[in-house]
Nanobody, 128 residues
Framework: QVQLVESGGGSVQAGGSLRLSCALSAYKYRGKYMGWFRQAPGKEREGVAAVSRFDGATYYGDFVKGRFTFSQDNAKNTMDLQLNSLKPEAAAMYFC?????????????????????WGQGTKVAVSS
């Protein structure tokens, strides 16, 4: 079982920063990817950043362009997402997620499924 709890969302002006944190608890977790996704109203969910637990590689969505930084603290079982230089289009509900079990781990990091493990989400609002 995996449980994920996000915190750190809020409202900022354009150009501002936020730090999102995800506390996770897991027992015999075997998934490959853990990371952050976001979904804005009326838009599809998209991958923001993730890490591969198999080789430690970190991935970012193309739109990130160096403004967001993913980090994890294995001792504290947390994974954070630092959001800098926020633009109004970054406003969304941000979710941390952990990939569920697969027969073969050959998916792209951003191909999360609804039946993977998800937190409840934390809202990010950016005013212009």
């Amino acid at each position: 079982q995996v449980q994920l709890v996000e915190s750190g969302g809020g409202s900022v002006q354009a150009g501002g920063s936020l730090r999102l944190s995800c506390a996770l608890s897991a027992y015999k977790y075997r998934g490959k990817y853990m990371g952050w996704f976001r979904q804005a109203p009326g838009k599809e969910r998209e991958g923001v950043a993730a890490v591969s637990r198999f080789d430690g590689a970190t991935y970012y969505g193309d739109f990130v362009k160096g403004r967001f930084t993913f980090s994890q603290d294995n001792a504290k079982n947390t994974m954070d997402l630092q959001l800098n230089s926020l633009k109004p289009e970054a406003a969304a509900m941000y979710f941390c997620a952990a990939q569920g079990p697969r027969a073969v781990y050959n998916e792209k990091w951003s191909d999360a499924r609804q039946d993977d493990y998800w937190g409840q989400g934390t809202k990010v609002a950016v005013s212009s």
